[in-house]
């Protein structure tokens, strides 16, 4: 099992900003691509952005020219970073990463255990 660290979250005004991040911490041969989910109360669990292994990206129309994801293979992370943050972005980020691990002939999608984010008004 592939364990996601995610770190980052909390409570921010709105017009704030917040980082996060996702560190896959095992045994792994590459990861594909990496991205995030958000889920707010109530709601169903969207894309917000998502970014493949040669760095290619795409975005969520609500957070384009807000949020900005990247990656750093050498640590084996993602981030988010999030400006001007709404209180509509209020939700559970979670993270996920394709992953081949050793012994492994396909890569697996693993999730996060998803981190808070709140933007007040």
């Known amino acids: 099992q592939v364990q996601l660290v995610e770190s980052g979250g909390g409570l921010v005004q709105a017009g704030g900003s917040l980082r996060l991040s996702c560190a896959a911490s095992?045994?792994?041969?590459?990861?594909?691509?990496m991205g995030w989910y958000r889920q707010a109360p109530g709601k169903q669990r969207e894309l917000v952005a998502g970014?493949?292994?040669?760095?290619?990206?795409n975005y969520a129309d609500t957070v384009k020219g807000r949020f900005t994801i990247s990656r750093d293979d050498a640590k084996n992370t993602v981030y988010l970073e999030m400006n001007s943050l709404k209180p509509e972005d209020t939700a559970v980020y979670y993270c996920?990463?394709?992953?081949?691990?050793?012994?492994?002939?396909?890569?697996?999608?693993?999730w996060g255990q998803g981190t808070q984010v709140t933007v007040s008004s």
């Open positions: 970014i493949t292994s040669g760095g290619s990206t």
């Open positions: 996920y990463a394709e992953v081949l691990r050793y012994y492994s002939s396909s890569y697996q999608r693993n």
């Open positions: 095992t045994s792994i041969i590459s990861i594909n691509a």
